[in-house]
């Protein structure tokens, strides 16, 4: 069975950086594109990134272009989210997402997932 675990989340100051962690077990995160998705109260889950299975692509939300880094390292079977300038309205529990594809540089579409963690709690004050 496949788990996704992630962590990382905690409560910081606008302005501040958190590194979310998401580690895979029971399988090879290799046979995955990846992504992070995010749910604030009250609003419907949206996807925030994405990376291939080869990590040459990447995409991200607007709202977090030049802010956020989606990066893996399958050796470790890691998924990480790197959150920098952080601002209120990036507090959300965060998701770690996969999606199996047969092309290692498909990025995949908010349909294509098909296995979830539990998330994290990510809280920014201002």
């Known amino acids: 069975q496949v788990e996704f675990v992630e962590s990382g989340g905690v409560s910081v100051q606008a302005g501040g950086s958190l590194r979310l962690s998401c580690e895979i077990s029971?399988?090879?995160?290799?046979?995955?594109?990846m992504g992070w998705f995010r749910q604030a109260p009250g609003k419907e889950r949206e996807r925030v990134s994405a990376?291939?299975?080869?990590?040459?692509?990447?995409w991200y939300i607007d709202s977090v272009k030049g802010r956020f880094t989606i990066s893996r390292d399958d050796a470790k079977n890691t998924l990480w989210l790197q959150m920098n300038s952080l601002r209120p309205e990036d507090t959300a529990i965060y998701y770690c997402?996969?999606?199996?594809?047969?092309?290692?540089?498909?990025?995949?579409?908010?349909?294509?997932?098909?296995?979830w963690g539990q998330g994290t709690q990510v809280t920014v004050s201002s």
């Open positions: 997402a996969a999606a199996t594809a047969w092309n290692p540089e498909y990025l995949p579409v908010q349909s294509d997932y098909q296995m």
């Open positions: 029971g399988y090879s995160a290799s046979v995955y594109c």
């Open positions: 990376i291939s299975r080869n990590a040459a692509r990447t």
